[in-house]
């Protein structure tokens, strides 16, 4: 698809992925708008990218993904792209008992039901445009599992799934259905691996090069984009899950006994 002169929505566009996102489609000559919760991060965003608009809003909260379909469409009718990029990912470890019931699922409100939320609020809107476009962030984590995040990795699993299904069931409409299998890249949500036993980044990217992948991807119709090593992982997936999985399970492996 073409990708200038669009209007495009992105969640979680002040850092990692979704500031490259921004700052790479709004040099490709499209409107941009992006989201996040913490007001300051949108501020200091809207400094750097002045072409920017920001929204406040929670992906997790069902109100405010109300609250920002009704605010967006009002002031950017023209939309016709979405991006579910906003993302949390939490080291857990399942035995520890003070884990409670409400906070151990917070991944699987942010990463999974937020964008079906938000597709589910928005896909009347995008119906009505000549081209129209999702593209899902998932992780070659949906690909196998990471022990020491085991809600993050089944939400990406999960998006994945979904994914899927919507391509199907949107198969006939002008909406294209993208997912982008991330790799590792060198973000905020990776800071918490550095010193960990068993993480080593040197294969993680630099997002701006996963998104100039993903950009290259939507416009050359790739509904399922792997950048860098996110091809390797699928390969492993397939032919050698145990072994790919026996790899994962050494990141934190003294924080999991
Ligand atoms: N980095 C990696 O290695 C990697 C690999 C594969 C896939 N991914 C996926 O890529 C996506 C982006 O991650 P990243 O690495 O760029 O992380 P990041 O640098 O931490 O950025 C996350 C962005 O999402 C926003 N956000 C988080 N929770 C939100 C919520 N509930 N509602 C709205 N916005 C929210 C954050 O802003 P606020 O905190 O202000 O809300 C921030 O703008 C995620 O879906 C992640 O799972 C990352």
Do not use: C, W
């Amino acid at each position: 698809m073409e990708l200038t002169q669009n209007t495009i929505l992105i969640t979680g566009g002040t850092s990692g992925f979704g500031y490259q996102f921004a700052s790479q489609l709004l040099a490709l000559g499209n409107t941009v708008i992006i989201t996040g919760r913490d007001q300051s991060k949108l501020d200091q965003t809207k400094k750097q990218l002045p072409q920017v608009h920001t929204f406040q809003s929670d992906v997790s909260d069902p109100n405010a993904i109300i609250q920002l379909y009704k605010n967006v469409t009002q002031q950017f009718p023209e939309l016709n792209i979405l991006i579910n990029n906003a993302g949390e990912m939490r080291t857990i470890n399942l035995q520890d008992p003070t884990i409670d019931l409400q906070n151990i699922t917070r991944e699987i409100e942010i990463n999974l039901m937020g964008p079906i939320r938000m597709i589910q609020q928005f896909l009347p809107h995008l119906k009505t445009k000549k081209t129209a476009a999702i593209l899902n962030v998932t992780s070659g984590l949906a690909l196998v599992p990471f022990p020491i995040s085991p809600i993050y990795g089944a939400t990406k699993s999960g998006l994945r799934s979904y994914t899927k299904s919507l391509r199907v069931q949107l198969k006939n409409t002008n909406i294209k259905v993208f997912e982008l299998v991330a790799p590792g890249a060198n973000t905020l949500l990776n800071d918490k691996f550095e010193n960990m036993d068993g993480f080593d980044s040197k294969n993680n990217m630099e997002p701006d090069k996963i998104v100039q992948a993903a950009i290259k991807g939507l416009e050359t119709n790739k509904l399922e984009i792997y950048p860098g090593i996110a091809n390797v992982i699928k390969i492993m997936s397939r032919i050698a899950p145990k072994f790919a999985l026996s790899q994962t399970s050494k990141v934190g492996a003294k924080m999991m006994q």
